[in-house]
């Protein structure tokens, strides 16, 4: 598993977990800003960015939490504020779920709640739906198909990063699809607000108002975890980090403080 830090080694633990297709990249905009504060952790899920993309197993949400508690272990790191964007957010959650000792409160953003709260995952429902079509697909993949598909990982309008669709072609279709797998896997067992209401963590769940993938509103049903905070983004899409790091960025280090500074 890659792993990149930044900020004070010292300083409070802040870990990042990137989304389907994604990578450690898609923390940039906002990393300069929490690592002034923080020290931030960010982890490639295993099939993703730096880290290994294995033809076997072990993609299942629950392994892939656990891994980043080993990778945490390893770093010395006995708490954390874990933020997860997207599927990430349920990668997040099972760390939750597996140590309750590790992580000190939680960050969803753009988390689908549930599975009837979902409408599009673009170019990658398409991978999915029949197999040897989506097989032959991504053998055929260009930058111009990927960013197509990418387009619901944003507001309407927005200008997709060659970053975020290098990120995408550098997966294998095995990878890709066993995460999605995964991820749908986890929901359909049990809705995640159901997952967070016995854990008794400090939560704050960012969406944005025009997300394309989970239906924005869907962010409410997260209100019946005791003291949630939710934050619905005007003007923004599926990737808030991505399209508006600026508020991104405050919402976490002030939701990150407060939980610190309680006693």
Do not use: C, N
């Not at 990578?23 to 899920?45: C, E, F, K």
Request: proline content about 8%.
């Amino acid at each position: 598993m890659a792993v990149s830090q930044d900020g004070p080694p010292g300083a409070p633990a802040l870990v990042l977990i990137h989304g389907l297709g994604a990578s450690t990249r898609w923390w940039d905009p906002v990393v300069p800003m929490l690592a002034s504060s923080y020290h931030v952790i960010r982890v490639d899920l295993l099939g993703h960015g730096r880290s290994a993309k294995p033809a076997g197993g072990g993609y299942s949400i629950p392994q892939q939490g656990r891994r980043v508690g080993q990778a945490l272990d390893l770093l010395g790191v006995t708490h954390a504020v874990v933020v997860g964007h997207s599927t990430g957010g349920y990668v997040a959650t099972a760390l939750a779920e597996q140590r309750g000792d590790l992580v000190t409160a939680l960050a969803l953003i753009d988390t689908g709640p549930r599975m009837d709260a979902f409408i599009s995952d673009g170019f990658v429902g398409k991978l999915v739906d029949v197999p040897v079509v989506g097989q032959l697909l991504w053998r055929l993949r260009t930058d111009a198909v990927i960013r197509r598909g990418l387009s619901t990982a944003y507001a309407p309008g927005f200008k997709i990063p060659q970053q975020a669709v290098d990120d995408t072609r550098g997966m294998t279709y095995h990878a890709l699809i066993e995460t999605s797998h995964a991820a749908d896997d986890y929901l359909h067992r049990r809705p995640v607000p159901d997952r967070l209401v016995p854990l008794g963590k400090p939560l704050l769940v960012v969406f944005g108002e025009r997300d394309q993938r989970w239906r924005p509103s869907s962010a409410a049903l997260y209100g019946v975890v005791a003291g949630a905070r939710v934050e619905l983004l005007p003007g923004v899409g599926h990737s808030p980090m991505l399209e508006d790091p600026p508020r991104t960025a405050e919402l976490l280090i002030t939701f990150a403080g407060a939980v610190l500074d309680s006693p």
